[in-house]
């Protein structure tokens, strides 16, 4: 068997302009996850990566974690996040606020889940989006890759919340409700896992967070 870790980024910049950078507490959380593997003898045959640049940095923070010289990853466009604001504008075309209460933060995720299932159903085709069955291809595709290639070895994944969900769900076969609850659950720079062979993935853990267990670290746990 093969071990597949699949890596959740470090928090991001939710509310700034540019939410596609890890916030200081992001990077944080990417080294102690790092320090984690580190720690704990774990290491990686293979990494593989989201080409977004919260994908990159939180590597970037793991690879620094575990002192490891070369951060080498092996770029893959599948395991690239949806866009939220197109998925909500899909279902509420009118202008909303910028969440700025709790409140607010919420009615933003009710809004994205109801998104989520219709592009998930095929009933939305969000702008510059892909049809759903593309971007489950796209997570598939990385799975494949790594039963394809990497049988016997330690791989490590580093993506988004939709993307690890997606494949989560697609190994379990859960519904895209089920999907939808696992994608909004998942904790900034989350571990999950499965075992794999040449055949089939099996789920071993989901959205774990080992390297934030202390309760030092307890307020070091965030989701968006």
């Known amino acids: 068997m093969g071990n597949l870790y699949l890596v959740r980024h470090g928090q991001a910049s939710f509310g700034a302009a540019d939410y596609d950078n890890l916030s200081e507490l992001g990077h944080k959380q990417s080294v102690k996850l790092g320090e984690h593997f580190r720690d704990t003898g774990v290491t990686f045959d293979a990494v593989i990566t989201g080409t977004l640049k919260r ?5 970037q923070g793991i690879a620094q ?5 070369d951060g080498d990853a092996l770029a893959w466009p599948g395991l690239n996040e949806y866009d939220p604001a197109a998925i909500i504008h899909a279902i509420h075309p009118e202008p909303l606020q910028k969440a700025t209460t709790p409140e607010q933060v ?21 702008i510059g989006m892909p049809k759903y069955a593309d971007f489950l291809g796209g997570v598939t595709s990385a799975l ?9 070895k330690n791989v490590l994944i580093v993506s988004s919340g939709g993307p690890i969900s997606t494949a989560v769900g697609h190994v379990l076969g859960a519904s895209p409700e089920a ?18 062979n ?3 993935h099996v789920l071993v853990s989901y959205n774990t967070v080992p390297h ?3 309760k030092a670290d307890s307020e070091w746990v965030t989701y968006a």
């Open 144 to 152: 494949d890759h790594v039963r394809a290639n990497h049988f016997g």
């Open 65 to 69: 974690g575990m002192q490891r010289d």
């Open 106 to 126: 919420k009615s933003h995720f009710r809004l994205l889940r109801t998104g989520l299932a219709a592009w998930m159903q095929g009933k939305t085709e969000p």
């Open 198 to 200: 040449p055949k089939r």
């Open 55 to 59: 994908h990159v940095q939180t590597w």
């Open 212 to 214: 934030l267990s202390s």
């Open 179 to 196: 999907t939808i609850e696992l994608n909004l659950r998942i904790k900034n720079s989350a571990l999950s896992e499965f075992a794999f």
